[in-house]
């Protein structure tokens, strides 16, 4: 595909939320134009009532459809009854429902170079849905910064096994797994400070770009023989260009972007598809950008719907529907080491990114007609 993005749009003023409740893209990369300026904006999120999940796929499609469609509207001029409308909606379709599996195990890699943007709460998040809806899967932490690890509850100080074990020494990934607290089916790889010297140690190993992709493969492959089949494998990357993301590309098949709405996440969005296109020709050919979701969201914002549009007019099919707003709720729920899918599951940050894991099923689901 071939696209110039040449977004105009005009400065934002600062609005404060009340505290609520499979080939990569062809063509050369895009122009990314001129964006203007944004201010901070902050909303919140609505109370926890956890959900009940099933492990069985539900066939009360229709019903939940039916009721949700019975809740009345709001206009424009009513933003707050909008919002909740719109969270009732989802918490009856979402709630509590499972996805189908995928054919075979997916691994994607949560990547883009921009900081900031919601990586490592994208993937938390997803996976703890993705779990909870009766999926298996496994998270490896390949930042130095452990976050993804504190946001699971997961320990990762410098005397636990960790990711840099798997890389520098050879260890298997089911000697430093350690499964969440919070959820079943959710197991992860914890990064350590020790990964933050693995960039360096890895240029004097051999095969140093694959080394990721080979103790994934086989984690997969005795995990399947064992009867226990892995559904996802999530890599969440550091913000950088070095030898671990580029062991997480080769990794992978599919590369999944989180894209703040918001100029700077958007600028480097061409020289992450200008590295995707380089490891796909030198490294691994089967790698390809699959789905982008659009974070911090606020569709009251010029910004965010210019930039909401110009994403999806160049990467309509890669893009996700659903999309994730500022939340309180989101940025609170890793200082009580949880994903907010168990710190406030009824919260609108919760049901986006519900919303998001059960899209992101659905795409790579076998067409069979119990998933159709």
């Not at 505290?19 to 062809?26: H, K, N, Q």
């Not at 699971?152 to 798997?166: C, K, M, R």
């Not at 020289?271 to 796909?280: A, D, F, G, T, V």
């Amino acid at each position: 595909m071939s696209a110039t993005l040449t977004p105009s749009v005009a400065a934002v003023s600062r609005e404060t939320l009340d505290d609520e409740a499979p080939p990569i893209v062809d063509g050369p990369s895009p122009d990314l134009g001129t964006v203007g300026h944004v201010s901070r904006e902050t909303n919140g999120a609505a109370s926890s009532a956890g959900p009940t999940t099933s492990n069985r796929t539900t066939d009360d499609s229709e019903e939940r459809a039916a009721i949700a469609a019975s809740i009345p509207g709001a206009d424009a001029h009513t933003p707050l009854a909008q919002a909740v409308a719109e969270d009732a909606r989802k918490r009856i379709t979402l709630s509590g429902r499972s996805v189908p599996r995928p054919a075979r195990t997916r691994v994607l890699t949560v990547a883009n170079q921009k900081g900031g943007v919601g990586k490592t709460t994208t993937t938390v998040n997803v996976a703890g849905a993705l779990a909870q809806a009766g999926s298996t899967v496994l998270v490896v932490d390949l930042d130095p910064q452990g976050n993804a690890s504190t946001a699971l509850g997961i320990d990762h100080h410098s005397e636990v096994p960790s990711v840099y074990d798997v890389l520098v020494d050879g260890v298997e990934i089911e000697d430093v797994v350690q499964p969440c607290p919070d959820i079943p089916n959710l197991v992860c790889a914890p990064a350590t400070i020790d990964l933050a010297g693995a960039e360096i140690e890895l240029v004097s190993l051999v095969a140093r770009e694959t080394r990721l992709q080979k103790a994934i493969a086989g984690y997969v492959e005795r995990r399947t023989a064992a009867g226990e089949r892995l559904d996802y494998v999530l890599v969440d990357c550091p913000p950088s260009l070095g030898l671990l993301t580029v062991n997480a590309f080769v990794a992978a098949s599919e590369v999944f972007i989180p894209i703040q709405c918001e100029y700077y996440a958007l600028e480097g969005l061409s020289q992450l598809l200008k590295n995707i296109e380089l490891i796909r020709s030198h490294l691994n050919p089967a790698l390809h950008v699959s789905t982008i979701l659009l974070t911090m969201h606020d569709a009251r914002t010029r910004l965010s719907a210019q930039v909401a549009d110009e994403v999806r007019s160049h990467f309509g099919r890669e893009t996700l529907r659903a999309t994730v707003p500022r939340s309180v709720r989101i940025s609170e729920a890793p200082s009580h080491g949880q994903t907010v899918m168990t710190y406030d599951p009824n919260s609108s940050g919760a049901l986006c990114y519900l919303e998001a894991a059960v899209e992101l099923a659905e795409r790579g689901a076998p067409e069979t007609e119990d998933n159709r």
